[in-house]
């Protein structure tokens, strides 16, 4: 499977330019490339290209090393300096005519000849103002005018440029890569307690896998030995020991750390976390940042109307100079065309974008897409969810208070077996304070009512197990106030009779407050919206500083809040976790969700996956989008300052070849030094 360009009906390349398609590939990055949405048939104004003419780029750094890529300009150098040496320092009476001028065409063909055919598959697919066609056409009429060395030397830095930008590529994408290399092709499962390794994609739910010290996890599963210590770095980014218990979930990517464990199969291999964050590195070139099309549709432009200008400045003087010499001013046009060449801009700007990327995947924040990065550093509200958000979303039952007319046991019993229908976090602390579930209690017409709690029918008779909204709901009558407990709030009844309540506790992540503080110093509001009871939430707030907090909020209810915020023109990212949260993350301008424990749903839908679920990572995440942000706008004032400056010179004669080569390839590799240096930096 190849990367295919989009064309429009005027044969316009309206994905990546043709520079930057070779050089990404070059780069070992063809299989992110492929995915690329900008580059499907799903555009109906556009018509896919597939490059199955025998060019296909494919010349990856996987298949060349570095000193591989830099041999034919080493080649070309020497023959150039030697070329040079004769000219200039020992002249020999040989190196004259023919001679020279086939030294010189020697010299550039290692250098030239991959350019020339890059320039004439460009032009036969439609692509005629390339950065290809303009280095062609500039070296080649230096050659025409007599101007060899030159002629070389342009094309020599040119071709040394590419190198050192796939290089660039190659290591900004590291990062990202290195995640597509994280699952085991094969696992070993347990047969009649007998080891059997088969295909990782051949493992069924419910199987088990037996995991030694140091293999890494290719499945979801659960946890079936007592107690194990796993590196979940692959996922988190974190290298700190993650230590499980029998019974807790362990995700694929995983790295047992101590002696053989042995985890059951929850989830199809396809279906898992670190398969879904795979899909998301994958396609995360595929929505570009408004700058980033900007520059391409600038390029396919600009490039036109400087062949155009390079045209006039090399004819129109005959009109008006009285010495018109055609030889001086063709090359002040071909000097012209060298500094036009937009590769500063083609190359560093989306690779200061997939660095952006790459630094928040090495952080453990992923990014489907650079759109994302730019959208993030303008954001002027953070509105989050609480539960497994900004606490641990672990509770503890703290309190069972029921009246006497009850069984406390059977009530109990009841109440575990109903919430054992249930993933939420209160059904696990319910079950973790009453123990085993009690599978003789027969369930009919088990219901799960949205934003409120759970109703089935026992013996005949219902049992509501939720919020107070749900005794509401079902006319359900009690004596108290649910205000008045700080507490979340568990209320049950039977039989249509108020039965008492159970309150649960949760705790606030270790780092919520320092997130709160940093999305401050960034001048970032901050909201928190929740579904659990208003004290609950307002004591949460308090405690962490936050500035609005709503409680008791069904889920259309934080749809609405946010709308209400976007009313006033401000722009919002919302932080959640549960399967609940999945409308506001699509409705917010950004919607981060938490990786580890959210849900499948609510990760799919966000645009930025935490997977540590650390909100610290939240002020992480709009502080990568600021810097990358500044690092693309110096280079786009780089590389238009600099080309501004030496055209002016060059349409004068003042500046030669060898200041175009700076202003194209020397500003290159600057803009290029200055988007990798985002990698290096410290959120």
Known sequence: MEHKHIYDKEGNQLCCTPQEGKIYNDAGAKKLLEDDKCCSTKNNKAEAHSEDHGHDHDHSTGEKNTFQMFLPAIVSLVILLIGIVLDNFFPQEWFQGWVRIVWYAVAYLPVGLPVLKEAYESIAKGDVF???????????????????????????????????????VSRAKNNIKALLDQRPDEVTILEGNQPKTIPAKQAKIGDIVQLKSGEKLALDGELVS??????????????????KNKGESVLAGMINL?????????????????????????????????????IRKFARI?????????????????????????????????????????????????????????????????????NFLDIIANIKNVVMDKTGTMTEGVFKVQEVTLKSEFNKDEILKMLNALESKSTHPVATAIHQYVGEIDHSIQLENTEEIAGRGLKA?????????????????????????????????????????????????????????????????????????????????????????ITNAFGDLLPEDKVN????????????????????????????????????LGS????????????????SKIPMAINIGKQTRKIVWQNIFLAFAVKAIVLV????????????????????????LNAVRIQRMTF
């Open 130 to 168: 390339s950065e290809f066609f303009l280095m062609g056409i500039a070296t080649v009429g230096a050659f025409a005018i007599g101007e060899y060395p030159e002629g070389v030397a342009v094309m020599l830095f040119y071709s040394v440029g590419e190198v050192f930008q796939t290089l660039a």
């Open 258 to 294: 101590q002696t053989i464990a042995q985890v059951k199969v929850t989830t199809a291999y396809e279906d898992s976390k670190l398969s879904k964050i795979l899909e998301l590195v994958q396609n995360a070139t595929a929505q570009k940042a408004p700058t980033e099309l900007f």
């Open 600 to 615: 499948d749903a609510t990760i799919e839908t966000a645009d930025v996956v935490i997977q540590d679920d650390k909100p």
């Open 226 to 243: 007592e107690s194990a210590s796993f590196n979940t770095a692959a996922l988190t980014g974190e290298s700190k020991p993650d230590n």
């Open 457 to 545: 029918s026992i013996n005949g008779k219902d049992l509501l197990v939720g919020n107070f909204k749900l005794m509401d709901k079902f006319n359900i009558k009690y004596d108290l106030d649910p205000t008045q407990i700080v507490y979340t709030i568990i209320a049950i009844a039977y039989d249509g009779k108020f039965a008492g309540y159970i309150t649960i506790a949760d705790s606030i992540k270790a780092d919520a407050q320092l997130s709160i503080d940093k999305l401050k110093a960034l001048g970032v509001k901050t909201t928190m919206l929740s579904g659990d009871k208003s004290t609950v939430v307002q004591f949460v707030a308090d405690q962490l500083g």
């Open 561 to 596: 809040k946010v709308k209400e915020i976007k009313s006033q023109n401000e722009t919002v990212a919302f932080v959640g976790d549960g399967v609940n949260d999945a409308p506001v993350v699509a409705l917010s301008d950004v919607g981060i969700a938490m990786g580890g």
């Open 302 to 370: 600009y490039t036109p109307i400087v062949v155009g200008l390079a045209v006039l400045i090399c004819l129109l003087p005959y009109l008006f100079v009285e010495n018109y010499v055609f030889r001086d001013w063709l090359y002040r046009a071909l000097v012209f065309l060298v500094i036009s060449c937009p590769c500063a801009l083609v190359i560093s700007i989306p690779l200061g974008y997939f660095g952006g990327i790459g630094a928040a995947s090495k952080n453990g924040i992923l990014f489907k897409g650079s």
């Open 649 to 672: 010179l060059g349409a004068g004669g003042l500046a030669t070849m060898w200041e175009a080569v700076f202003a194209d390839v020397g500003v290159a590799l600057l803009a290029i």
